[in-house]
């Protein structure tokens, strides 16, 4: 698991890559943390066009960045989860809470 | 009952084999000609139910995890992890969605997630003894299309 990013005008994008999993959660959600501390951002995208897979524990970390970005006074949200990631965000009701944005354009 | 094959693998509970785990059985079940959905829900239950056994059965400790996989008549995926850990006390409350004793980096949702991806999870478990997780998966007959 690694996270890139990038920063402008006040939104920050973070690439999530590889597998995330409990193995990888803690040091990920470090990284976020790190991120958001920095930047102080107003939105943050939690963009999943690179992750391979996500279990439960990828919620737990969306539900940190949550309430960390909340806490700044921002927003969080998802963008291009695979369909795995998908099912599991679905099945745990987590879109109630962060957004998952909707895939515009054509294949 | 007709088994028709079979894996069986015992490793140690250390978050690392995590990942080994839901590959190992992915690449199991590959002969069963999974579509990308399917063999995603079996990735998926698996990591739960293995991070279960290391997170939850041995908190403070590195303890045995037994997983075994075989394929049953009709196409029928069962996967069985065990371990000697702690146990469940009350495993109907475990099951519930958002319960959770493992704090803000736990969602609660394991069980959830392993019962929807699944056609069947058992689950047994005696306090001071261990758990034991069952899950039953079958695998559509794809359209050869040829
Ligand atoms: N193998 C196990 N050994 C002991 N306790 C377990 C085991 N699996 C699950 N549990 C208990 O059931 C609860 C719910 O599990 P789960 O739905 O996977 O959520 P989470 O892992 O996020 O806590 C756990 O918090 C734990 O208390
Ligand atoms: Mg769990």
Redesign the pocket.
Same mark, same amino acid.
């Given at each position: 698991m690694n996270i890139a990013s990038a920063y402008e005008n006040g939104k920050l994008t973070l690439y999530l890559q590889g597998e995330l999993d409990h193995h990888s959660a803690r040091t990920a959600m470090r990284a976020i943390e790190q991120e958001l501390e920095q930047s102080l951002a107003r939105e943050c995208v939690l963009d999943m066009s690179g992750l391979s897979f996500m279990d =439960? =524990?990828g919620i737990?970390l969306i539900l940190k960045a949550h309430k960390l970005t909340a806490a700044q006074g921002g927003k969080v949200w998802i963008e291009h989860p695979s369909r795995q990631a998908l099912r599991v965000m679905e099945t745990s009701g987590i879109e109630r809470i962060v957004p998952i944005a909707q895939e515009t354009g054509k294949e | 009952m007709n088994v028709s094959n079979y894996i069986k693998l015992e490793f140690p509970s250390k978050s690392v084999n995590e990942g080994y785990a839901r590959s190992a059985v992915a690449a199991f079940a590959a002969q069963l000609d999974p579509t990308m959905e399917e063999l995603g829900d079996i990735r998926t239950a698996v990591s739960? !139910?293995v991070?279960? !056994?290391i @997170?939850?059965?041995y908190p403070d400790s590195i303890g045995t995890i037994w997983l075994k996989a075989r394929i049953l008549e009709g196409r029928v995926l069962e996967i069985t *992890?065990r371990?000697k &850990?702690?146990? *469940?006390p009350d495993i109907k409350q475990? +099951?519930?969605?958002l319960?959770?004793?493992?704090g803000e980096e736990?969602? &609660?949702?394991?069980?959830? *997630? +392993?019962e929807s991806f699944t056609d069947k999870l058992r @689950?047994r =478990?005696a306090p001071g003894k &261990?758990?034991t @997780?069952t899950m039953a998966r079958r695998i559509r007959v794809r359209n050869a299309g040829r």
């Open positions: =439960s =524990s737990a | 739960e !139910a991070t279960n !056994a @997170v939850h059965a *992890i371990d &850990g702690q146990g *469940i475990a +099951m519930q969605p319960y959770t004793t493992g736990r969602s &609660g949702m394991g069980f959830t *997630i +392993m @689950v =478990s &261990g758990t @997780v």
